[in-house]
């Protein structure tokens, strides 16, 4: 599940995890902005809407980016696992310039497509250049490590969240959504703690992170960004502790990003960006 | 409302906020650890229940505190701002070894005791030795800056906390509990954002931080304290948010502490402490 090789000369494609609740009117900031990286009026959107039960959420979504002027946005059915084999879906999944992955439930995601050609086809067009973006249960599948359920609460507790292998664009990034709406910090240090490896991403709703090919996130939305950065971590119980016991992580560096604001994943370092520069 | 004078070569007493909830039965960690304190057996604690407006809490914890060993446990009503000059309570509450704030409303406190008599003796009294815990309510009320209510949700955005005035044992801590259980960082981060000085210390339930005269921090308790540092701040745009608006802070330390471990005030170094020592 590890992200395609980028071909020397290429960039990859954006991966753009977006907290779930995204606007879809006329302030769809973060839509906009994928549809433009996607290339706006000559966009090709592919629509993937398998991690929803709702039959209407593929539709909805084309609706919404053919109102925001996409050249084409078309919605794929994979629905049960040999979907993910139909030849004539991944021909279409391969014409596309952008690639949105539905909300709904993660697993579904993960034991629908994991391992399957389709799961396979967007690491490879990842790699190619194509932008893959995903809201809520679709933001958390974007990762090599995905979080596939856990516990409220804003501090870290042992076994209070189980991960699952994801599609694997990246493994710089753990990532959560809903963030501050569902009171996730706990799960998401939970998740650092097992291997302080990986940058937790906590999305509030209608907040995105647009992280590029040169792996700098740029974060666009009303909401904010929780970065927890693990790297310098002193010292950790996880090893020692049992089942719901409180974890000791001492150490954690955090950022609270906004709009406008970045962060680099290379170098690690946080940056305001325009946040607080005036404006004209 | 600063910290009373310490005299030269003595020692503050103890300043033990705790998070609310915590056990009162055989597991009473935290009330044991305070009453041995204050003298075990020769303790006199004061109880102050004045946060609370159910009638029975003084003698609940008199009850609690003869159960555990206590010499004496004796609830005094403040309950109005004139009882606050009673010289037959003040004078109880002079003899007092160890002074315990109850649950409720942290404004009770600020609005029935700020000012009076009672709040000038609190202070004389840690300063002179006498150790002073607080629940809940009786916790927040125990620094200068207290916050007096706010808004669930795991991050700061602009004026969703107010801060008020408090007992001022300390300025070196902002003070939030039953933290983990009412999803409290963003409310904590806010106040700590208006004025990086402080350090803020955000008590799960039943989670108690001793601050020794030393201002070094010892955790007991069955959660956990989130411990944030703001000390090293990058960058904050709290001063150009807008109400509500989401505030980016970069560069904040962020320590889950828990019973064992330790965090000294003065150096603003975490220590596991006892926390993995294989124990036998």
Partial sequence: MSPARVDEGSDRGFIVPVGGAESKLNDSTILKRFLKLSGGRKARIAIIPTASLAA??????????QELGAGSAEALPFEERSDGEDEALLDRLDHATGIF?????????????????????????????????GTSAGAAFLSEHMIAFGEEGSSPRAGIV?????????????IDQHFRQRDRLGRLLTALAYNPFAVGLGLDED???FIGPDNTIDVVGTGS????????????????????????????????????SRFNLLTREASPGTVGVAKG
């Fill in 56 to 65: 209407d959420t593929g539709e909805r979504y084309e609706s919404v980016f």
């Fill in 101 to 133: 992955l539905t909300g709904g439930n993660q697993l579904r995601l993960s034991t629908h497509l994991g391992g399957t050609a389709v799961a396979k086809a967007i690491r490879r067009l990842n790699a190619a250049g194509v932008h893959v973006a």
């Fill in 162 to 174: 189980t991960l699952a292998p994801g599609l694997g664009l990246t493994n710089r990034v753990i």
């Fill in 207 to 209: 907040t995105a992170a």
């Fill in 225 to 260: 960004v929780t970065l927890v950065d693990p790297s310098g971590i002193e010292f950790s119980s996880m090893d020692v502790a049992k089942a719901n016991d409180p974890v000791c992580m001492l150490g954690i560096k955090l950022h609270i990003l906004i709009q406008g």
